[in-house]
């Protein structure tokens, strides 16, 4: 999960809010776990434009990505993963393929082949999630 901080407030944004919004300098996590940069795309006859998200937990991204249409939808989603995920020694951003799922475990297939957690490479895996999809292709 994400937190802000009020010393981390934006007193006077240079742009007009929407009701209610508010703008941040930075966020912290609250845990050490893997989150996502999602890129969301509205389309229509007077073109298209984009959003960026950033979003801590699985369920979150896949309760978003649920409401895709035509016209709104998840253009992409890039995994943010600690070491103990990617097994590297540092912190990775990476472009997803597919989430899926392997008897009730989340695991990401990136967009060059890489499984994490690797130890389910090989396993079968349900797609939950997949770039492929609705306005994805």
Known sequence: MFETHEQARVQNPFFVLEEGARRWKYISQTSNDEWFFVTYETAGA?????QQFMISKVQFLLDLASRDTPGQFIHEVQLVSPPWLNQKDKWLMEPIREIQEVDERVCYELMDGQVYPSAL?????????SKRSKGNE
């Open 121 to 129: 490479l090989g396993q079968n895996r349900d797609p939950l999630w």
């Open 46 to 50: 007077e073109g298209s434009s984009q």
